[in-house]
């Protein structure tokens, strides 16, 4: 072992994979530090108004961990002893999901390209119907800064249900995912997937749909409850990245 590893090792500085984070913007930057100094002081009864949505994808074949089997000698190549592989990729789910401390909206499955046009048949259909079933009027909708969202068709639609009473919309900063607890349960639902045989879309979909009603208030409730520290992680790094 050279004198430098020794010497890094004595102050605990050892080898480990470094966390990948996307690049932040400096005036995303000063949008996160912002946004963290408003709302570091939002009682639990102010979040729990807060209606969080967001999409994601999964992939057919996705995982790139390696899978260990059991097998006898011999057994190598044997059907259930494999991991079945897509030349050029076995195709995605995207679909898009909402969250609030009464529970989760049904997971909606998106069909194809996400438009502007799907989004705001989303808004119109479950979005604001699931908020107002869920936490009546004034709810706060929350929404990343994805072009499609702030597309003048759907900022318009939701510009008018502001205007009625209907909900408050956040303003979201940019490049925040780490502030937005629906990621956490993003990571709950994929990690059931893992325990499951992601082989076709249909597979993937009929799994997505019953991890994602595995999740109960009391999960979500359990997730918002970290929203201050969240926000105090933010102003803490200065408007950079933390480990949410």
Not at 6 to 28: T, W
Not at 141 to 160: A, F, I, M, T, V
Not at 212 to 220: Q, V
Request: proline share 5%.
């Amino acid at each position: 072992m050279s004198t430098v590893r020794r010497s890094l090792q004595s102050f605990d500085m050892n080898g480990r994979v470094a966390c990948k984070k996307p690049l932040l913007r400096k005036a995303n930057i000063r949008k996160r530090l912002k946004f963290a100094q408003e709302h570091v002081n939002w009682t639990i009864e102010q979040w729990n108004r807060v209606l969080f949505t967001d999409e994601t994808k999964v992939e057919v074949f996705g995982t790139h961990r390696r899978i260990f089997v059991r097998r006898k000698p011999g057994e190598r190549y044997k059907k259930e002893c494999l991991v079945p592989t897509v030349k050029f990729g076995g195709g995605s789910v995207m679909c898009w999901g909402a969250i609030c401390a009464k529970g989760a909206l049904p997971l909606h499955r998106i069909v194809g390209i996400m438009t502007k046009q799907t989004y705001h048949q989303i808004l119109i259909r479950q979005a604001v119907p699931g908020g107002l079933r869920l936490l009546g009027e004034g709810f706060v909708y929350q929404e990343d800064n994805d072009p499609k969202h702030s597309s003048h068709l759907c900022r318009g639609y939701l510009e008018r249900k502001e205007k009625l009473g209907v909900l408050k919309r956040m303003v979201w900063p940019p490049q925040s995912p780490d502030l937005n607890p629906i990621e956490q349960v993003w990571d709950f639902v994929k990690s059931r997937l893992e325990e499951s045989n992601r082989v076709t879309v249909r597979t993937i979909w009929m799994e997505l749909e019953k991890a994602w009603k595995m999740i109960t208030p009391e999960l979500i409730q359990r997730y918002i409850s970290t929203m201050a520290d969240r926000c105090r992680a933010v102003i803490l790094a200065k408007g950079g990245h933390t480990r949410y």
